[in-house]
């Protein structure tokens, strides 16, 4: 019996110590322009002191999936070490003629396009991969669209953990009630990517929601 | 309006059509037909209207298909799609009731799906219980 016991102790103790050094593959998924790619920085920023990529005013600016391995984030005394996995944004459709409103060359929508597109299947296909996701939603758009609703919906589906942020809460049509209606399941985090409000509130999620994985 | 085959009713209205489609006629079907049935209606220039929904894994699948030909298809730019249920409130009790009725018909007949191609639909503005569909024309 005393054998079991110590047996079980030292089981306990080393699969902690191996669970926690275990690279968690964290998603950032969410439509075109909402804000992943400057959350994703902001996370790169404060705990590595790179960036993951460029963002632009432009939709599609990610058109590749994009990673930062061995990001440690620390909070609060706790650290865990996450692969940051910063994905395309997913739409239903394309048109190069969105991009022209930019003052962007034809040709040069044309292939941004037809990156966008495949940019948009390879998120998809990088879904089934993550260990936990942040779904990042435009705080001052509607919620209701059904990339969000499919998105989510796929994780719950694949029992991948979902974090909802609302992003871009320093604008004045900002809602974040309505995206909490919308999504009452989940727990609906406000922020600011681009000034960093709220980013406490943000770890104390993720770390939270580590523990499903 | 004019019934054309089983199950299926078409609208005609200025070039394109509007196909309801009942839960009954993709019930039996595995994913890959599903979605070689719902994009031929898309292709056509059809407005699709499913009883029911698809499973969230055929929802990114069609997705992705309907990204995979955009630019090999002239003049496709893709899709619009939402979902409305009227089942979307309710307390445990409700739910478990719902979950039962799915699984008696084997699908959530109380959630319509539309689907339409973008060259159609503009845009489908949603709220939790009314879809505004603008179109392109």
């Not at chain 1, 060359?105 to 089934?128: C, F, H, P, V, Y």
């Amino acid at each position: 019996m005393p054998v079991r016991i110590f047996k079980n102790f030292f089981t306990r103790i080393f699969s902690n110590i191996f669970r926690n050094k275990k690279e968690v593959k964290l998603g950032f998924y969410g439509p075109p322009n909402v804000g992943k790619t400057s959350l994703a920085n902001r996370l790169c920023k404060d705990f590595t002191g790179e960036e993951i990529g460029s963002v632009s005013k432009i939709p599609h600016e990610t058109r590749n999936v994009q990673f930062k391995e061995k990001v440690e984030i620390e909070y609060k005394g706790k650290k865990m070490t996450f692969k940051l996995v910063d994905t395309p944004g997913i739409a239903t459709k394309i048109d190069y003629e969105d991009f022209l409103k930019y003052k962007m060359k034809k040709n040069d929508a044309k292939s941004r396009a037809k990156e966008a597109t495949q940019g948009i299947i390879e998120s998809i296909k990088w879904l089934d991969d993550m260990d936990m996701v942040v779904v990042v939603l435009d705080a001052t758009e509607n919620p209701y669209n059904q990339v969000n609703i499919t998105i989510i919906g796929n994780l719950v589906a694949r029992k991948i953990p979902v974090l909802v942020v609302a992003n871009k809460i320093d604008l004045k049509k900002a809602d974040l009630k309505k995206i909490e209606a919308a999504f009452p399941e989940y727990e609906v985090i406000g922020i600011s990517a681009r000034y960093g409000e709220n980013l406490e509130e943000f770890y104390e999620s993720l770390f939270k929601l580590s523990k499903k994985v | 309006m004019k019934n054309s085959k089983r199950g299926k009713k078409e609208l005609k209205l200025k070039g394109f059509a509007i196909q309801f489609l009942p839960y009954s006629e993709i019930k039996e079907l595995n994913s890959d037909k599903r979605m070689k049935k719902i994009l031929d209606i898309l292709l056509g220039n059809n407005l699709l209207i499913l009883q029911g929904r698809l499973r969230p894994d055929e929802e990114t699948r069609l997705i992705g298909d309907a990204m995979a030909m955009v630019g090999h298809v002239k003049g496709f730019k893709g899709i619009e799609l939402a979902t409305v249920s009227g089942n979307s409130n309710g307390g445990m009790f409700n739910k478990m009731k719902m979950n039962i009725a799915k699984a008696l018909s084997g699908g959530d007949l109380g959630t319509i799906t539309i689907i339409g191609p973008a060259t159609i639909v503009k845009e489908i503005k949603k709220n939790p219980k009314k879809i505004e569909l603008l179109l392109d024309r």
